[in-house]
């Protein structure tokens, strides 16, 4: 029996020793460079920006098409409450104006990423990635705004001990006054992308 134990003891301490090795040996999937005019600041880049990009930027487009997914959202509760055809012929502009600036934002993060991945210490490609990144940033967040704005607050019951909370749907306000202020508000705000913010200019 204690010969059979050690023999499992072993087995697991090889499998694991193998894992270990493999850990260490596999390559690293970024690099550091140094930039500046005595390259001492650091800046840390994917080997691969190719590879790495999709990764990279599906979380941020999920994010953006979830902006257009809530004006298919409002639209649906407009049509409920009889809003009326002015409402929900901004909501339809609104969305086409997401989804067009969606494509385009998807040109620019492509176009910054691999701009500055391939080539970090080049200030145009720098101020370009990180201005990019803030614009990302920028438009998620008023996305995220105008749904906070038009969703009702969720009424939380109280729930017995020790019994897990029902997921609850997200429910749009009724009021037909708020939903046309947040909206007109939402597109004041707003400032589409022009075509020539999707291309980065090169060195």
Same mark, same amino acid.
């Given at each position: 029996?204690?010969? $059979?134990?050690?023999?499992?003891?072993?087995?697991? @301490?090889?499998?694991?020793?193998?894992?270990?090795?493999?850990?260490?040996?596999?390559?690293?999937?970024?690099?550091?460079?140094?930039?500046?005019?005595?390259?001492?600041?650091?800046?840390?880049?994917?080997?691969?920006?190719?590879? &790495?990009?999709?990764?990279?930027?599906?979380?941020?487009?999920?994010?953006?098409?979830?902006?257009? $997914?809530?004006?298919?959202?409002? $639209?649906?509760?407009?049509?409920?409450?009889? &809003?009326?055809?002015? @409402?929900?012929?901004?909501?339809?502009?609104?969305?086409?104006?997401? $989804?067009?600036?969606?494509?385009?934002?998807?040109?620019?993060?492509?176009?910054?990423?691999?701009?500055?991945?391939?080539?970090?210490?080049?200030?145009? &490609?720098?101020?370009?990635?990180?201005?990019?990144?803030?614009?990302?940033?920028?438009?998620?967040?008023?996305?995220?705004?105008?749904?906070?704005?038009?969703?009702?607050?969720?009424?939380?019951?109280?729930?017995?001990?020790?019994? &897990?909370?029902?997921?609850?749907?997200?429910? @749009?306000?009724?009021?037909?006054?708020?939903?046309?202020?947040?909206?007109?508000?939402?597109?004041?705000?707003?400032?589409?992308?022009?075509?020539?913010?999707?291309?980065?200019?090169?060195?």
């Amino acid at each position: 029996m204690k010969k $059979n134990l050690w023999i499992l003891v072993l087995a697991i @301490i090889a499998v694991a020793s193998v894992v270990i090795v493999y850990l260490l040996r596999s390559p690293d999937k970024t690099r550091t460079v140094y930039c500046g005019p005595d390259n001492t600041d650091p800046a840390i880049v994917y080997k691969d920006p190719q590879d &790495a990009f999709p990764s990279f930027a599906t979380g941020y487009n999920v994010k953006l098409e979830a902006g257009v $997914n809530l004006m298919d959202t409002l $639209n649906k509760a407009a049509s409920d409450i009889n &809003a009326g055809s002015e @409402i929900q012929t901004e909501i339809v502009e609104l969305r086409e104006k997401l $989804n067009q600036d969606n494509i385009r934002m998807q040109e620019l993060m492509k176009s910054c990423f691999l701009a500055y991945h391939t080539r970090p210490c080049n200030p145009d &490609a720098s101020k370009r990635y990180y201005d990019m990144l803030d614009t990302l940033i920028s438009r998620i967040t008023k996305l995220e705004e105008l749904k906070a704005s038009v969703v009702e607050p969720e009424k939380v019951e109280p729930q017995p001990k020790d019994t &897990a909370t029902p997921p609850s749907t997200q429910v @749009i306000s009724k009021d037909t006054a708020r939903l046309k202020r947040e909206l007109f508000q939402f597109n004041r705000r707003y400032t589409p992308m022009k075509l020539s913010d999707a291309k980065l200019r090169q060195p």
